[in-house]
């Protein structure tokens, strides 16, 4: 019998993830742990320290009941039967694999600590995002640093879900992917009885089981999968604006075939979040340890066509504006990755703000959920390049003085010479464009990087539109 959880990592995954554990097993005391106590309180106010829709609801009914967030890391693993390790596998900044490889760090210290503090048998579940065969080395850490006396289990249990989605996501799965160890009866058992706890709510035709290392390298095929859909389109979306076909129509036929199906079709300035591309750049670099050079630069052109979508955008921004946007205000709308997050990691909002700043723009940002810390730390960081190219690179931007941020969409745009639409959020639909391009500067210029808008409204109040692979 299980009764109690430990989820190790509150982040973007740890924390609705074990939420709606929580609340579909009753019965189960969940305890989610981080060693960032910022994370952790803000988990324990009002406030919650993600924005995701429905979040808050699942935590008011679970919090205080069968769910805990908790600093006390060695407590709660020492009592669990089960534990989640949910910690981030960023890319690798520096040593051998850097700019590709995952770090896998906090995967480590998570391992040693819970080998250090158990003293009972523990189901260990992979829900990171690892290359695969990572299990062999963490029950490698687990056995080594044991005394012998505690039997772990490892299960890799990889999440699928989607940012902004995330509580729907996980309250109806498309599917669930237990892999495990069933040649001993240990391993089997362990299975079981992770799918007894995702019985409670999923359809049990929905619960995948495999073997180990098809479900590690199920999960990096995934998200490689659904770029390279977004890559793919983006490419068509470039040669569209070169011919005069609309990429709108080509999705559209395109998403009646039966054989393709209709998602992750829609042209964009660029695919962002923090996983695609870290998930893909550390798929090239299994495959060129393994000797496979020709998939690992079948992947790599995925990441390629991405950044050229970006600087493809920037390009045209200046170009279309004569030229130079030296001095110029141009505002920009929307810089979380995707509509209904916060999230700004890896958002394409970051390239082209920086593409922009690099050609001396001066930049007044909106985004409704972002704040204005957020978006100025994102511009002043500097990331290692993953492909390490002498490619024209922005300046450091230590100093953003060319960039304001707005808590209101009119008072960003006011006197601006061209818009960028950098995220999908839904009222940027709705809101007055007439109002809008009578406060601009002359002509008004409006770049759809998510082709949201109504380019034949603006177009008739008198914006030059230009969208995301469309005839002009
Ligand atoms: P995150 O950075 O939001 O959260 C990770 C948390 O782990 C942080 O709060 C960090 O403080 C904590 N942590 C790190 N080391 C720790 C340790 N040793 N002990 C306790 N806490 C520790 O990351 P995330 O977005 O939640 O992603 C986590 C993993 O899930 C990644 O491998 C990612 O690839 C994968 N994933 C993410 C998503 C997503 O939508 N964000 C979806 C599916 C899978
Ligand atoms: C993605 C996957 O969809 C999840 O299955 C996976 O669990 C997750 O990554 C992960 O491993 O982190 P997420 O990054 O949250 O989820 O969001 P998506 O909805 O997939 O969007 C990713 C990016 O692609 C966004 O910038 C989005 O705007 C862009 N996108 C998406 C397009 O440009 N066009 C599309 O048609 C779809």
Redesign the pocket.
């Known amino acids: 019998m299980v009764k109690k959880i430990c989820g190790i990592g509150a982040g ?2 740890g924390g609705p993830t074990m939420a709606v554990i929580a609340l579909k097993c009753p019965s189960i005391e969940v305890a989610v742990v981080d060693i960032s106590h910022s994370r952790i309180s803000a988990w324990n106010s009002d406030k919650l320290p993600i924005y995701e829709p429905g979040l808050e609801e699942v935590i008011q009914q679970c919090r205080g009941k069968n769910l805990l967030f908790s600093t006390d890391i060695e407590k709660h693993v020492y009592e669990a039967d089960i534990i989640f390790v949910n910690v981030n596998t960023p890319t690798k900044t520096s040593g051998l694999g850097a700019g590709k490889a995952a770090d896998l760090t906090y995967w480590e210290s998570a391992a040693r600590m819970i080998a250090d503090v158990s003293r009972s048998n523990k189901i260990v579940v992979e829900k990171s ?1 690892v290359p695969v065969r990572t299990a062999e080395v963490i029950e490698k850490i687990l056995v080594h640093n044991s005394n012998g006396m505690v039997k772990y289990q490892i299960l890799s249990n ?9 509580i729907q ?1 996980l309250l109806n799965p498309d599917r669930v992917l237990i892999g495990g160890n069933d040649k001993n009866l240990g391993g089997q058992e362990a299975i079981q009885k992770l799918k007894a706890i995702y019985a409670n709510w999923v359809p049990e035709d929905r619960i995948i089981t495999t073997n180990l290392w098809s479900a590690e390298l199920s ?1 990096l095929a ?2 490689a999968f ?2 390279q ?2 890559s793919s ?2 490419a068509m979306s470039a040669l569209c604006e070169a011919t005069g076909a609309d990429v709108s129509q080509v999705s559209c036929v395109l998403s009646k075939n039966t054989k393709l199906g209709s ?14 591309q870290k ?1 893909i750049l550390n798929l090239v670099y299994i495959c060129e340890s393994n000797g496979l050079v020709e998939v690992a630069n079948y992947w790599k052109e995925v990441i390629k066509v991405n950044d050229y979508q970006k600087s493809r955008f920037v390009k045209k921004v200046v170009t279309s504006m004569f030229n130079t946007v030296s001095g110029k205000k141009i505002a920009v709308l929307g810089f979380s ?3 209904d ?1 916060s ?1 700004t990691r ?3 909002a970051i390239d082209v703000c920086k593409g922009l700043l690099a050609d001396n723009a001066c930049l007044s940002i909106y985004d409704p959920r972002v704040s204005e810390d957020q978006i100025r730390t994102d511009l002043s960081t500097n990331e290692i390049r993953w492909d390490c190219s002498t490619q024209v690179k922005p300046a450091s931007f230590t100093n953003v003085k060319q960039v304001s941020v707005f808590g209101d969409v009119y008072e960003a745009t006011k006197d601006a010479h061209g818009i960028c639409v950098l ?2 959020w839904d009222e940027f639909k709705t809101i007055d464009y007439q109002k809008i391009f009578d406060s601009m500067e002359k002509p008004a210029f409006v770049f759809d990087g ?1 082709n949201v808008l109504d380019v034949d409204k603006l177009k008739k109040i008198g914006f030059i539109v230009y969208s995301i692979g469309k005839p002009i």
Not at 158 to 166: H, K
């Open positions: 973007y995954v995002t990889p999440e699928f879900l989607s940012e902004g989605t995330s996501d999960k995934d998200n659904l770029a859909r977004i389109i983006n998602k992750y079709l829609n042209a964009s300035v660029g695919f962002g979040g923090s996983c695609f998930d990755f995707k509509k997050t999230d890896k958002t394409p995220t999908e998510r």
